[in-house]
């Protein structure tokens, strides 16, 4: 018999050769975000720095239609917030997508929706030790690239060229960072909203089966693809290792799971030690490391799903569906078959 679910959490270790995210800075100098967790301090990203580029990347690579939006200015005509269009919010089809999965907040009609997509952010798994770069405008004054130079005015020309000239000074940082994702299917495309009021939870409007089906498709596959635009860099975040599932509770189990001692070496039996506890060991749990990440020698003995961490994720896809009571299934026809 097929197994209900309600909720897809991953916890995922990537690499990064760059920083993930930035300060607003200071004068010329860029800071990188991060925070104190225990005794170090680590780089990290926000939540919007995340799901900014899951939009971006769910419109260009998978087509989805982004909301409209509307800019509510005050008297002196300037921006006090953007949301979506009320078409946008109320709506159970394509153009709904983005107002269901990210959620939104109408403040002038006191509307809202919790988004069912729920991010822990990017943490670098090891400390912040402060190295800086220097930036400067040095192909712009080559003077063997043969341009001319002018005055403000872009009339009179300069003489006086400086040789070089510090832009900036940049807090750098690469390694290992680790981030969850959890996503409460039951709530998944599915309309709160009508005609300006909340539907009460029997009211509810449903996305079509196979829309809701494929949403779940492109978040996942965004997550096996999700790519970082920072200071002219584009870095792919591929999933190194994952833990997680489909399960019964809408819980993060994994989230702070992933440990690499200085060796690099992961520790997997913390993901186990979690499948114990909680007694997941009958549900649809996902334990996949890449081989090219080392293992503590006390964990090689412990039986991975598998040593392809993206196509566990994209698995996930395959085998849930949506059955006729609108709630969410593990199909084990076709997880058997995934198996084969």
């Not at 002196?76 to 959620?103: I, R, W």
């Not at 000239?165 to 290992?176: H, T």
Request: hydrophobic share 35%; net charge negative.
């Amino acid at each position: 018999m097929d197994k209900r679910v309600s909720c897809v959490t991953l916890t995922i270790l990537t690499e990064s050769p760059v920083p993930l995210s930035y300060d607003q800075g200071a004068g010329n100098y860029n800071e990188i975000k991060k925070y104190h967790y225990g005794n170090e301090v680590y780089a990290k990203t926000g939540v919007s720095t995340i799901t900014y580029e899951m939009r971006k990347q769910l419109h260009k690579n998978n087509s989805w239609v982004l909301s409209d939006i509307v800019l509510n200015k005050d008297s002196k005509k300037k921006v006090k917030n953007v949301y979506p269009t009320l078409e946008s919010y109320e709506s159970a089809n394509e153009k709904g997508l983005e107002a269901d999965v990210f959620g939104y907040l109408v403040p002038s009609k006191q509307l809202s929706k919790t988004s069912p997509l729920r991010i822990i952010p990017f943490k670098s798994v090891h400390p912040y030790r402060n190295d800086v770069q220097l930036i400067t405008n040095r192909g712009f004054l080559d003077r063997d690239l043969d341009r001319k130079y002018f005055d403000k005015d872009e009339k009179s020309e300069e003489a006086d060229i400086p040789k070089t000239q510090a832009l900036a000074n940049e807090e750098i940082f690469g390694g290992y960072y680790t981030w969850t994702i959890t996503i409460e299917l039951d709530r998944l495309g599915v309309l709160e909203v009508k005609d300006g009021k909340y539907l009460l939870p029997d009211e509810r409007e449903y996305f079509s089966k196979e829309i809701r089906e494929e949403v779940l498709k492109d978040i996942l596959d965004v997550v096996t693809k999700l790519t970082r635009d920072i200071r002219h860099e584009k870095v792919l975040l591929k999933p190194l290792a994952v833990f997680g599932g489909a399960f019964e509770n809408t819980i993060p189990y994994f989230w702070n799971d992933i440990i690499l001692d200085e060796e690099n070496r992961l520790d997997i039996s913390n993901p186990f030690n979690t499948i114990y506890s909680y007694d997941l060991n009958d549900e649809m749990y996902v334990v996949a490391v890449d081989n090219r990440l080392k293992l503590n020698e006390d964990d090689l003995n412990k039986k991975l799903t598998s040593i392809f961490p993206v196509k566990e994720i994209k698995k996930l896809g395959e085998i849930l569906y949506v059955g006729e009571d609108n709630c969410w299934y593990v199909s084990e026809e076709r997880a058997s078959k995934n198996e084969d």
